[in-house]
């Protein structure tokens, strides 16, 4: 829990011990007096303190503001976070560094985040982790507030999008019309759940609210550029047999 404008926490306090068990950034915490947010760590009714190091916080965060690396209950910590972290950083897709320049050069003169925000998924199509983390070294700002912004913004994808990108209406007249079975049909035939890509980012499939066709219920669009009125479960997988068909040309 971090509260904005608290002074750092004095030497020889009980919170300081606590802090120097547990590591939330502790140096950065302990030491600037303002501008960071200070964790204060919740005691149970017996005094005892409610964390107990499960390390799920720190896996969790998205801007890897958290580092647990002791807990005098544990001998070690429950889980390998950095071997975690290493995972999820590996599984990232490679991303063209080169396509990326161009939005350096449009900060260096003068564009602001959001600017460079749109800049980057223009040139990606999303906006890759690593691209955030060089917008947030450019701009000298922390990386928290790049993606503060960038996870803000609904029209900012931090995952990657297919090249095709199927969207099922689900608004009321659509929905009472079956949209739910053809969001379905067409999960099984691309194997992809709602809101995913699939591996070879062709497809993403989501769901969305009413895209003003709704004479045409249960309505679905592919990309920007498309509109299928009634679909039925049995027409989803002919569009999907379609589109896959038209991939492989
Ligand atoms: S380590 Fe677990 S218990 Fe402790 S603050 Fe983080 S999430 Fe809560
Ligand atoms: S509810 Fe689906 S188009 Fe209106």
């Known amino acids: ?56 916080c720190e896996r969790t965060c998205p801007v890897d503001c958290i580092e647990i690396d002791y ?13 975690e972290k290493a995972a999820i950083a590996a599984a990232q897709p490679e991303v063209d560094r080169s396509r990326f320049d161009a939005v350096i050069a449009r900060i260096r003169e003068g564009s602001g985040l959001i600017e460079a925000l749109h800049a980057t998924q223009e040139a990606y199509g999303w906006l890759p982790r690593k691209a955030l983390e060089d917008i947030a070294a450019e701009m000298h700002l922390p990386f928290s507030r790049v993606y503060g912004v960038a996870s803000f913004y609904t029209q900012f994808r931090l995952e990657p999008v297919g090249r095709h990108v199927i969207s099922v209406c689900m ?8 949209a739910p079975l053809v969001a379905e049909a067409f999960s099984q035939a691309l194997e992809v759940p709602v809101g995913g890509t699939s591996d070879d980012l062709a497809f993403t499939l989501q769901t969305v609210n009413c895209i003003g066709a709704c004479a045409l219920a249960p309505a ?25 068909k038209r991939e492989e040309d």
């Open 1 to 56: 829990m971090a509260r904005r404008g608290r002074s750092a926490e004095p030497r020889g306090s009980a919170l300081y011990e606590v802090i120097k068990g547990v590591d939330f950034e502790r140096r950065e915490l302990l030491e600037k007096p303002a501008g960071v947010g200070l964790f204060d760590l919740v005691r149970e009714p017996d005094g005892s303190y409610r964390c107990y190091a499960c390390t799920l």
């Open 171 to 178: 608004g009321t007249a659509c929905h009472v019309a079956g």
């Open 71 to 83: 807990c005098p209950e544990h001998e070690e910590l429950p889980f390998d976070v950095e071997a």
């Open 220 to 244: 679905v669009r592919l990309d920007d550029s498309e509109t299928f009125g009634r679909v039925t479960p049995d027409e989803a997988r002919r569009i999907v047999r379609r589109l896959r």
